[in-house]
């Protein structure tokens, strides 16, 4: 079983549209969690940090649930600009070690 | 104004050749990291170093050596290429090793082995 898995997708969505992105982790001992943002042929970039009480940017919400060990991502109102891949991160340790999952990529249409 | 660059930016080369990527970072942070994006994108985590001290050896094969000659640079020296080195080697860096803080990555060194 992989440490972080997604849904690769392609998710592929008209502008305007709300898109959840799922990911499970297998450590139970994890403490941070993050969604990264990558674009094509670039290098991944935080979006946004993922907090037990839920945290909000803008159009973006990432939920936490530990029980479940499960983390999402939400988009509201997708803009053509939000197309990329969506890599959810996981911290094992205090070794500074990021895990990654697969990514799951989002094309926004117009 | 560059935070974490790397050099070169794209490496051709033939099996069996030793090639190193340069990096640097010039945000004041104590450690480093390099990564290895295959063409499937998974991103994995090589190695870390923290103040010149290496933390994280990913069982990587030894033909691949890190090498920090201070805490703002980490080069990646590889001997003897083979053909599933090629990927994109991602540098990277970060305040501390608490990995509560935010990574910093490189733009990429896109190697290929030929």
């Known amino acids: 079983r992989k440490e972080v898995e997604q849904d690769p997708g392609p998710f592929n969505v008209p502008e305007g549209a709300t898109v959840a992105f799922n990911c499970t982790y297998s450590n139970s001992a994890s403490q941070s969690f993050f969604w990264y943002r990558q674009d094509c042929r670039k290098e991944p970039k935080l979006l946004m940090s993922v907090y037990s009480s839920g945290n909000e940017d803008g159009r973006f919400t990432a939920q936490l649930n530990r029980a479940s060990q499960y983390i999402s991502l939400l988009i509201r109102d997708s803009k053509l600009s939000d197309s990329a891949t969506y890599l959810c991160?996981?911290?094992?340790?205090?070794?500074?070690?990021?895990?990654f999952g697969q990514g799951t990529t989002l094309q926004v249409k117009p | 104004d560059t935070a974490v660059s790397q050099t070169p930016k794209y490496l051709v080369t033939q099996m069996g050749n030793d090639k190193s990527i340069k990096c640097e970072q010039n945000l004041g942070h104590d450690t480093m990291y390099w990564y290895k994006q295959d063409s499937k994108k998974f991103l994995k985590i090589m190695f870390s170093?923290?103040?010149?001290?290496?933390?994280i050896n990913e069982t990587v094969p030894n033909r691949f050596s890190p090498k920090s000659p201070d805490k703002a640079h980490l080069n990646l020296h590889i001997n003897s290429l083979e053909l599933g080195d090629s990927a994109v080697y991602f540098c990277?860096?970060?305040?501390?090793?608490?990995?509560?803080?935010?990574?910093?990555f490189g733009p990429g060194t896109r190697l290929t082995v030929l």
């Open positions: 170093y923290n103040n010149k001290e290496l933390i």
């Open positions: 990277a860096s970060s305040q501390d090793l608490s990995g509560e803080d935010t990574q910093y």
């Open positions: 991160v996981v911290n094992s340790g205090n070794t500074g070690k990021l895990i």
